[in-house]
């Protein structure tokens, strides 16, 4: 199983970015899908969450109103739609994929990619 994230980059305060993340050795719908982000000197956080169907999202507070996480089933695609970008949203961007059933766990995981906000 390979989940690649694409999309990052440098962008300055007030911009835009789009993640993507492609997982492929598994069958997508029967997965929820997160992301989750990493600063330099700090622990991993979580970011957003969306559900097998894309019926249902969960987000973390600090970019409520800001991020959007969405998937493209037909395309086994999830992205990550992020606005309004401050400094403090610069991290490593992960996402992973978490079985369908039971406690929420991420099976898998993608590699990361760096999104910089800054001018």
């Known amino acids: 199983v390979q989940l690649q994230a694409s999309g990052g980059g440098l962008v300055q305060p007030g911009g835009s970015l789009r993640l993507s993340c492609t997982p492929s050795g598994l069958t997508f719908t029967s997965y929820d899908m997160g992301w989750f982000r990493q600063a330099p000197g700090k622990e991993r956080e979580f970011v957003a969450r969306i559900m097998w169907s894309g019926g249902r999202t969960y987000y973390a507070d600090s970019v409520k109103g800001r991020f959007t996480i969405s998937r493209d089933n037909a395309k086994n695609t999830v992205y990550l739609q992020m606005n309004s970008l401050k400094p403090e949203d610069t991290a490593v961007y992960y996402c992973?994929?978490?079985?369908?059933?039971?406690?929420?766990?991420?099976?898998?995981w993608g590699q990361g990619t760096l999104v910089t906000v800054s001018s």
């Open positions: 992973a994929a978490d079985r369908v059933g039971g406690a929420i766990r991420y099976d898998y």
